[in-house]
């Protein structure tokens, strides 16, 4: 969570200025910015429900006697006596079953890393190349989305490269990190610090272990590091491939460590993705080789392969979406399609029916504002033209699974009557439309 303008401290505004007016600056004063005022407000920033870390305190716990706590923790920020906590480690089973470590970080940690990240984002928004989109203020996956549409409708693209970076957050290197902050940061206090952070080890089921590489997914300050290490390590060198060694057109759209990546020709595409692989090398990263590949994809993608009898193009997943190469009905031209990723979907299914078969014995409108919370948030994101269908099928389900919830209440009872349900439904579930319309020409990709 970013500040708005209206709350944004007067010296970080000045920060913000001073930054944009030179890019080569280096600040060597910024310890000053972390006052009492802006730890408190990091600490109503913060996800009041998010879980405790190796401290066992959550948000309203440390908020008892906040003030003191603030001041005792701004007088060891400031005579060097500050040492974050070891960070909690948890396992989540991901979609395709495989575990994904997230980090718990204690919320006194919390509090200094949201106070740095806005000191961060105050010196480098003006840094970062617009097809960044990821964890910025004033962006959104719906912008990197919109941009992605935009390249593929109105730009010369022909192949496009879906890069996804392996394993990104673990494998970011201390070393280069702090090189990379010394470009802007000349202040050691607020660069020791970071490296502190950095390496604060890791605590998992009482054992403790040091912390050499990586940065834990779910730390308050993972993503703006994430963006900085791919700033200078991806952004930068693309932005000068494209306009030094690209043969034809090259659009380039970044969502944290995701990328999709517009060519015009099939031969800058390759030797982009062999040269990418190369760059990334040095600074200890990788491509994840199942989910990076290149496609033919665009206005011409189906007609050029229907000649080489090499049947329907290819589609590609980003933010959700999968990709598709399509008609239009009324023209027959060349039309992009958006549709909610089936795997994903379906995740998200079987999660409502979970907690469908545990809640059945509750009133069905509390279940009902429940449901409609859920299927509205799912429309939010989803809704975008030519996913009404995926969404439909998305609400029924819903609509059915909630019905056989309420028709297991009872093994006596024949169950709800279908008008009710109908009028429940018609209550409760929001029906289907787009909420995000198709792209305009306010993008400049």
């Not at 719906?142 to 957050?169: N, P």
């Not at 952004?235 to 999709?260: F, H, M």
């Not at 469908?356 to 409609?372: A, S």
């Amino acid at each position: 969570m970013t500040q708005s303008i209206g709350q944004t401290p007067p010296g970080l505004i000045r920060l913000h200025e001073a930054a944009r007016r030179d890019r080569r600056l280096r600040f060597n004063n910024l310890l000053h910015h972390v006052t009492v005022e802006l730890l408190e407000k990091a600490y109503y920033a913060l996800n009041r429900k998010a879980a405790s870390g190796v401290d066992g305190e959550d948000w309203s716990g440390y908020g008892e006697g906040l003030q003191e706590r603030l001041i005792e923790l701004h007088q060891r920020l400031h005579t060097n006596r500050y040492k974050p906590r070891h960070v909690k480690r948890i396992w989540l089973t991901k979609a395709n079953g495989k575990p994904r470590p997230i980090g718990i970080t204690a919320i006194e940690d919390k509090v200094v890393q949201q106070a740095l990240v806005w000191i961060l984002e105050a010196i480098y928004e003006s840094d970062f190349l617009g097809f960044s989109y990821g964890f910025r203020p004033g962006r959104s996956q719906h912008q990197a989305l919109d941009a992605v549409y935009m390249a593929i409708t109105v730009r010369k693209t022909s192949w496009v490269l879906d890069a996804d970076i392996k394993g990104f957050f673990d494998a970011i290197d201390h070393d280069w990190m702090m090189r990379f902050l010394a470009h802007r940061i000349a202040d050691k206090r607020i660069l020791h610090i970071i490296e502190r952070t950095l390496k604060c080890g890791v605590d998992e089921d009482g054992k403790r272990e040091r912390t050499v590489v990586g940065t834990p997914q779910g730390a308050v300050i993972s993503p703006i590091l994430g963006n900085i290490y791919l700033h200078y390590v991806l952004d930068l060198w693309a932005s000068q491939w494209r306009n030094r060694s690209a043969g034809g057109e090259t659009t380039i759209v970044r969502y944290a460590d995701d990328s999709i990546i517009g060519f015009q020709y099939r031969a800058d595409g390759q030797r982009f993705e062999a040269e990418l692989k190369e760059r990334l090398a040095k600074f200890g990263l990788s491509l994840n080789d199942e989910k990076t590949h290149l496609i033919e994809f665009g206005r011409f993608a189906q007609s050029n392969r229907a000649r080489r009898a090499e049947g329907k193009p290819e589609t590609f997943d980003f933010l959700g979406f999968t990709h598709v190469c399509s008609r239009r009905r009324s023209d027959g031209g060349f039309s992009l399609r958006r549709y909610t990723i089936a795997k994903k979907q379906r995740e998200k299914l079987g999660q409502v029916k979970q907690v469908l078969r545990k809640t059945r014995h509750r009133h069905p409108f509390d279940v009902g504002r429940w449901l409609r919370r859920v299927v509205q948030g799912y429309l939010n994101y989803f809704a975008v033209p030519g996913n009404k269908q995926a969404l439909d099928a998305f609400r029924a389900e819903v609509c059915r699974a909630w019905l056989r919830a309420l028709r297991r209440r009872s093994q006596k009872s024949a169950g709800i009557p279908w008008k009710r349900m109908t009028a429940l439904i018609k209550h409760f579930i929001p029906s289907v439309r787009v909420l995000h319309p198709y792209p305009n020409q306010r993008l400049c990709v």
